[in-house]
């Protein structure tokens, strides 16, 4: 069983939702990812999503926009993430660590070379926001064939056909985009979510994360009464981007305590 899977199994036998906050690698500086993470896992993180920083991030808004560029200005690419990785390995062995990327900098790469070095890092879920699910089934069988997760993203104007093949390729759990536009867009529309989750739960017997538009301990309790995970990506950015070297690991608590306390208040 995966680390995705084992805590996703512990948590439904305990009645709770995962949160997974997203950090940007190497954001506001790469001296600090490694210690934002474990402050993440010290304050209730059930696993991390962690981006890498892309020049064209398609999928985010502004705000995530920014962090890809503080950490590209200190020149954080897919190596200098997967050595974080490595680092935060070195003292935790249990929390799940997702990827979330592009697919430029793995096709650089290639997707083989790829797999061996997440594999090698201790990754454990990847999400690649621009490999369609119609063009990916070697990379899906490079990451499972190493027990990496790919995780693929459902949104709002998914059609059934198209959820059927995702969740056929997914493992892990399926993430679903709250609401359309790109991350740190507002109007979350919990009834529709909700509606939607069902749904899916229907195609799949995977858990459900739902991410995109959760800014605050309000709509991360509802969110957690519907789904199987919270992922709270742009607020968790924004309180890093208002920070500096003195406040930054305490504001990110500070966050993640209320997070978590309506994360856990939900079920």
Same mark, same amino acid.
Do not use: W
């Given at each position: ?101 592009? !697919?430029?900098?793995?096709? =650089?790469?290639? +997707?083989? &070379?790829? /797999? ?6 201790? *990754? ?92 605050? !301990?309000?709509?991360?309790? =509802?969110?957690? +009464?519907? &789904?199987? /995970? ?6 968790? *950015? ?30």
């Amino acid at each position: 069983m995966s680390r995705i899977q084992t805590v996703f199994t512990a948590l439904k036998q305990q009645g709770k939702t995962a949160l997974i906050p997203y950090i940007t690698a190497g954001d506001p500086h790469p001296k600090h990812t490694v210690n934002l993470m474990r402050t993440l896992v010290k304050h209730g993180a059930d696993m991390i999503e962690l981006g890498v920083p892309f020049s064209d991030p398609m999928a985010d808004g502004p705000v995530i926009q920014r962090a890809s560029e503080r950490a590209l200005l200190h020149k954080v690419g897919l190596t200098a993430v997967l050595d974080m990785v490595k680092t935060f390995r070195e003292t935790n062995q249990t929390t799940p660590i997702i990827l979330m990327g592009y !697919a430029n900098p793995i096709e =650089a790469i290639g +997707a083989t &070379a790829f /797999a061996d070095r997440a594999k090698a890092a201790d *990754v454990d879920g990847v999400i690649t926001v621009d490999y369609p699910p119609e063009e990916c089934g070697d990379f899906v069988q490079q990451l499972r064939s190493r027990d990496i997760d790919p995780v693929f993203l459902l949104s709002p104007t998914t059609d059934q056909k198209r959820v059927d093949l995702i969740v056929n390729q997914a493992s892990g759990f399926v993430y679903y985009v709250s609401l359309k536009g790109v991350t740190g867009a507002a109007n979350l529309d919990i009834a529709e979510v909700s509606q939607r989750v069902a749904s899916i739960r229907k195609q799949t017997n995977l858990p459900v994360g739902v991410g995109f538009g959760i800014r605050d !301990a309000a709509t991360a309790k =509802a969110t957690a +009464a519907i &789904a199987d /995970a919270v992922v709270v990506g742009s607020r968790m *950015v924004q309180t890093i981007e208002a920070s500096n070297d003195d406040n930054l690991l305490s504001n990110v608590a500070t966050l993640m305590d209320e997070l978590k306390t309506a994360v856990d208040a939900a079920k």
